[in-house]
């Protein structure tokens, strides 16, 4: 079953597309000046994307492992169907939209996410900008799938579909899409996501569809030009340091704290939350605007 995951990974076959993708995006911005790539970011991009690659091969296979044994238990025998295939698009996305928008809201889980939100720029090469750290936690979200009855080969399938499709919003030279931004993700939708402007901030979560952002929320159009980033930027290219620089200072605030409750805090409580000073967490910073 495995071995069938494998080869029918969508991502191996993406990869053309995905370089080819990139190659134009750069030739358009040498004709016109668009200032939208930097060799040294990209090449961190890039570096950021061959180490979840290494690190991909070794949890996923440990997530699948987890998901069979899972699937034993299974509530229910889903066939191979045509609608078997929406539904699991369905669950999977929903699924991706909860951890993605926990990511943002768990300092914890921030720690690992924020690696893909470090460059200051938005281009096709941001997309392969991925965490080291998410593989580790992110698949625990995705227990609940074989567990109601969906087959473990399938759902590695349908998240490698999700993340090739979430290749394609990382860029500036997409506008907005007519009635199509009413139900999936697209470039203006993604580019709010990876904003720095405070009511930017912690917005479409989505990963195929945005309608969870708009039930749950989430929502923001875009409506001034994203200025890319993260609130404090980290000023290095080193892939080291964007994987490592939020543990640290995530460390390091724990160490400061004198309160187990405090330290715990650190852990659970939003990004921006502190204990002996402003707390600047998006929620804080959005009501302070309004």
């Known amino acids: 079953m495995f071995n069938e995951a494998i080869t029918n990974d969508p ?39 061959l180490g979840s690659v290494v690190i991909g091969l070794l949890t996923k296979t440990f997530a699948f492992f987890v998901f069979l044994w899972i699937y034993q238990f299974r509530l229910f025998e889903i066939p ?31 720690a690992a996410h924020v690696q893909h939100h ?32 969906f087959n473990p080969v399938y759902i590695l399938i349908m998240q490698a579909i999700s993340l090739v499709y979430q290749f394609f919003p990382h860029t500036k030279l997409v506008g907005k899409l007519g009635p ?12 709010v996501h990876h904003a720095t402007q405070v009511q930017y901030l912690d917005k479409n979560h989505a990963g195929i569809l945005i309608i969870w952002d708009r039930m749950f929320g989430t929502f923001q159009k875009e ?54 000073g402003e707390n600047r967490t998006s929620k804080e910073l959005q009501r302070q605007l309004t």
């Open 223 to 276: 409506i001034e030009v994203p200025i890319y980033g993260i609130t404090e930027n980290i000023n290095s290219f080193s892939p080291l340091k964007i994987a490592s620089h939020e543990y640290i200072s995530l460390w390091q605030d724990i160490r400061r704290a004198k309160k187990l409750s405090d330290k715990i805090k650190y852990l659970i409580n939003p990004p921006g939350w502190s204990h002996d």
């Open 80 to 110: 191979n169907t045509w609608w078997m295939w929406g539904l699991l698009l369905l669950a999977d996305d929903v699924t991706f939209y909860w951890y993605h928008r926990l990511a943002h809201q768990i300092r914890f889980f921030w």
């Open 180 to 191: 199509i931004e009413w139900i999936f993700n697209t470039p203006s939708h993604h580019r």
């Open 11 to 49: 991502t191996v076959f993406a990869i053309p597309v995905f370089v080819a993708l990139i190659i134009i995006e750069v030739v358009i911005n040498a004709k016109k000046n668009l200032n939208l790539y930097k060799f040294k970011d990209s090449s961190a991009n890039i570096t950021m994307g």
């Open 118 to 149: 470090s460059s200051e720029h938005m281009n096709f090469s941001v997309a392969l900008r991925q965490s080291w750290g998410e593989p580790f936690i992110k698949f625990l979200f995705y227990i609940w799938l074989p567990f109601i009855g």
